[in-house]
């Protein structure tokens, strides 16, 4: 799962397609009752280095706090699909101390 502040840009990857889609591979976000937050893009996908299959995308943020699903395909005509759960907090995470025992 992925967590990332409204509004703020977040990075998300993609592993196991095949390489060299640059420009075919697509990704959306969308909210836990299927409505589109982003629309499919291929803007700022990369794969991160040649024939791995691992995708990098640099994504521009999501307005509203919520649950959401990142939607990997890969394009053309028979596309395959995979997701990964991302949350929008409203604040950034703040990393709470660890608990003292007196």
Same mark, same amino acid.
Request: hydrophobic share 40%; net charge negative.
């Given at each position: ?6 509004t ?5 990857y993609?592993t196991?397609?095949?390489?060299? +889609? ?7 976000? @969308?909210? @836990? ?20 299959? @691992?995708?990098?995308w ?12 990142? +939607? ?12 990964e ?18």
């Amino acid at each position: 799962m992925i967590t990332a502040t409204a509004t703020a840009s977040f990075l998300a990857y993609s592993t196991g397609a095949p390489s060299g +889609l640059v420009g075919t591979i697509g990704a959306r976000i @969308v909210d @836990v009752l299927g409505n589109e937050a982003l629309a499919r893009t291929t803007d700022d996908i990369m794969e991160i280095v040649p024939d791995t299959g @691992v995708y990098k995308w640099v994504c521009p943020g999501v307005q509203r706090p919520g649950a959401y699903l990142i +939607l990997w395909d890969t394009g053309g005509s028979d596309p395959t699909f995979t997701e990964e759960e991302l949350k929008i907090t409203a604040l950034p995470p703040v990393a709470l101390p660890p608990a003292t025992t007196t």
